[in-house]
């Protein structure tokens, strides 16, 4: 085997259809600034993910930036330390305080019991992560921040077409934010999404992403420039024609692992939640510390040349500002402990079956060495 094979690969639509999609902007030399193919890809994406409202972006980070900004929330943020660097620097960006609550080693997701004894009188919102694409307790979530009069805002960065009971992700909470960055299930190259229930919030984000600008003449808000081009939007129009093939070839890909490390002892993996439609995102193993050396699979395989393997999450512990901040890894032990455990393997539609078995060859054969 010849190519190298990384944790992920972008999906790409055939290139003639790409083009196709295009052709139309050469002549309106229309570029960027909401364009046709801009509002085509949000109300394609309203509809798929079944959300009330949506807001497309430059990216993920900046849906993260510009809802916290549009429901001008103050002091205290309860979040998780497992996550992307993005989810934290959003909400220290906006000048509030991260206050970190433990995972739950199940799932990887907020631990609902412990975000109680966090809120104070200064705590204005909850921002879960559904990590790996695992659905957090909504339902726990929701009442808690109903009890205190809590905002929740979502980092569904993970969980594009998720589904759960029979809605879409993006339903739950006050506002979810997607990344469509070009290594996530759904790309536009480049993107993110913001989806809301209250109108108004998405009329502030629609300013805020354009500078503020409420009209020729009228600036009413410190804005910045985060709106999708259309030249990303095209390339989002085109993904989502075949995002349906991409999760069924994504879920192939997962079946073939947990079939083929199935009887490894000491290997944790991502669960299959209840009522949940999944998206296969990420491929995550819990390896135990005592079985199995997880810096020993992944000095292997990279060793090998050819197959790449990730700590995803490894910036949680390797934060410069969280280690000279207020904030003690030690009070999310947890996540700790995970975030040194864990391994990503490749995972991406087109990851050919015959590797899958290689990669989980190389790990059965740790495993006894
Ligand atoms: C990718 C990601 C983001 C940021 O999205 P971008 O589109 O890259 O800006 C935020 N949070 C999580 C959990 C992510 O994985």
Redesign the pocket.
Known sequence: MSHKILVTQSSMPDLNEYVEEIRDIWDSHWLTNMGIKHQKLQEQLCSYLEVPNIELLT????A?ELVIQAMNLKGEVITTPY??A??THAIVRNGLKPVFCDINPYDFTMDVSKIEELITDKTSAIIP?H?YGNVCNVEEISDIARKYGLKVIY?A??TFGVKYKNKGIGNYGDASCF???AT?VFNTI???AACFHNEAIGKKIYGLKNFGIRGPEEVDDIGTNAKMNEFCAAMGICNLRHIEDEIKKRKKVVECYLSNLAGVTGLQFNPKQTDVEPNYAYFPIIVDEEILDAVGIKCVMNLKKWIFVKKIFLSFNKCVWMLSGEFDINKTPIALRISKQVLTLPLYADLELQIVEKICEIIRKMKMG
């Open positions: 990216n993920g980070h900046m993260l996550t992307f993005s989810t992560v990590v980092d960065a993970h990344s469509f960055h996530k480049e993107g993110g």
